[in-house]
């Protein structure tokens, strides 16, 4: 009675308006109740998460990367966990403590009676006390600025990865389609055709993938330095004013990493030039062709002497 009532009501008006809403209907319903099958209203093994090898080594190194960044998303909510846990011990909060509640208790206990404000340095992730030392506290606050600031960057790492894996797959899937396209002679071959299909259609979900981790990603490292931004604003005992929500700093760089070298306006010196371009030396001209040296003039001969006189003849000596 009740289905034939029911069948009274409102199966004869919905036909008498729209007869195909039935048949929409029950076609939906069919539908519902067919089983999963692979390539029918069925997700990839990749988008649920699962190791899948394709048996191709043009494609097989891309799904084991893509499976190798899911797990690792897995562990990012115990890492999370694991750089406030200084900060949830130290204020006897339960492990399930939201991040309002760790920043209100923090700056209550820094506001307390005998308390004082101090400063956070987010890039050493030292605190200097203001005033009277809460120990254990500062402490705490130093050791989860460390590991969330480390977790921040790490996350903005992973984004960035994950976005170049999306890209390369959207590459992959590409070749895919217009290797299936232009099959040719292999049409005719369906287990090459369905071994084709499952490809691209693990190919797309590990896009998916990668674009839900890229996103996730991002958004966790921006709400990782929301957490320092508050942090430092609670060990200063005071209050993120509203307008400042969304607008956080670029985060501080490694201590081990080297800033890069700030250029300094060149000094001039006095006797010092720029070295220019080395110029070609210039053609030497040819020497002029040497004189050949002149001989010293000759010295006249000396005069010739004259001949010296004969000696007169002795005297004739005369004997009478």
Same mark, same amino acid.
Request: charged share 35%.
């Given at each position: 009675?009740?289905?034939?009532?029911?069948?009274?009501?409102?199966?004869?008006?919905?036909?008498?308006?729209?007869?195909?809403?039935?048949?929409?209907?029950?076609?939906?319903?069919?539908?519902?109740?067919?089983?999963?099958?692979?390539?029918?209203?069925?997700?990839?093994?990749?988008?649920?998460?699962?190791?899948?090898?394709?048996?191709?080594?043009?494609?097989?190194?891309?799904?084991?990367?893509?499976?190798?960044?899911?797990?690792?998303?897995?562990?990012?909510?115990?890492?999370?966990?694991?750089?406030?846990? $200084?900060?949830?011990?130290?204020?006897?909060?339960?492990?399930?403590?939201?991040?309002?509640?760790?920043?209100?208790?923090?700056?209550?206990?820094?506001?307390? $009676?005998?308390?004082?404000?101090?400063?956070?340095?987010?890039?050493?992730?030292?605190?200097?006390?203001?005033?009277?030392?809460?120990?254990?506290?500062?402490?705490?606050?130093?050791?989860?600025?460390?590991?969330?600031?480390?977790?921040?960057?790490?996350?903005?790492?992973?984004?960035?990865?994950?976005?170049?894996?999306?890209?390369?797959?959207?590459?992959?899937?590409?070749?895919?389609?217009?290797?299936?396209?232009?099959?040719?002679?292999?049409?005719?071959?369906?287990?090459?055709?369905?071994?084709?299909?499952?490809?691209?259609?693990?190919?797309?979900?590990?896009?998916?993938?990668?674009?839900?981790?890229?996103?996730?990603?991002?958004?966790?490292?921006?709400?990782?330095?929301?957490?320092?931004?508050?942090?430092?604003?609670?060990?200063?005992?005071?209050?993120?004013?509203?307008?400042?929500?969304?607008?956080?700093? $670029?985060?501080?760089?490694?201590?081990?990493?080297?800033?890069?070298?700030?250029?300094?306006?060149?000094?001039?010196?006095?006797?010092?030039?720029?070295?220019?371009?080395?110029?070609?030396?210039?053609?030497?001209?040819?020497?002029?062709?040497?004189?050949?040296?002149?001989?010293?003039?000759?010295?006249?001969?000396?005069?010739?002497?004259?001949?010296?006189? $004969?000696?007169?003849?002795?005297?004739?000596?005369?004997?009478?």
């Amino acid at each position: 009675m009740s289905c034939a009532r029911t069948r009274r009501i409102t199966i004869p008006s919905v036909k008498a308006r729209r007869p195909w809403f039935v048949l929409a209907l029950v076609a939906s319903l069919a539908f519902a109740a067919l089983p999963a099958c692979d390539g029918f209203l069925s997700s990839s093994k990749v988008a649920q998460g699962q190791r899948y090898q394709s048996e191709d080594h043009h494609y097989d190194p891309y799904f084991d990367s893509v499976y190798q960044a899911q797990v690792g998303a897995a562990t990012w909510p115990d890492e999370k966990k694991a750089a406030r846990k $200084p900060l949830v011990t130290v204020l006897a909060l339960t492990p399930a403590a939201v991040d309002e509640t760790i920043i209100f208790a923090i700056r209550e206990r820094v506001r307390k $009676p005998g308390g004082s404000g101090a400063k956070l340095d987010l890039a050493s992730a030292k605190v200097t006390p203001g005033g009277a030392t809460d120990a254990p506290l500062f402490a705490a606050v130093e050791e989860t600025a460390r590991l969330e600031l480390d977790r921040a960057r790490k996350l903005k790492d992973k984004a960035d990865k994950c976005d170049e894996m999306l890209k390369h797959g959207e590459l992959l899937k590409d070749g895919a389609d217009k290797e299936f396209s232009n099959r040719g002679a292999d049409k005719a071959d369906e287990k090459k055709n369905e071994k084709s299909r499952e490809i691209r259609r693990e190919l797309q979900g590990a896009i998916d993938a990668m674009r839900s981790l890229s996103r996730d990603a991002a958004r966790q490292s921006r709400d990782a330095q929301e957490f320092l931004e508050d942090l430092v604003a609670a060990v200063e005992a005071k209050e993120r004013g509203r307008s400042t929500r969304g607008e956080t700093r $670029p985060l501080p760089p490694k201590a081990d990493e080297k800033k890069p070298d700030e250029k300094k306006p060149d000094e001039k010196k006095p006797d010092e030039k720029k070295p220019g371009k080395p110029q070609a030396a210039p053609a030497s001209k040819p020497k002029p062709a040497e004189k050949p040296a002149e001989k010293p003039a000759e010295k006249p001969a000396p005069a010739e002497k004259p001949a010296p006189k $004969p000696a007169p003849p002795p005297d004739e000596v005369f004997n009478p």
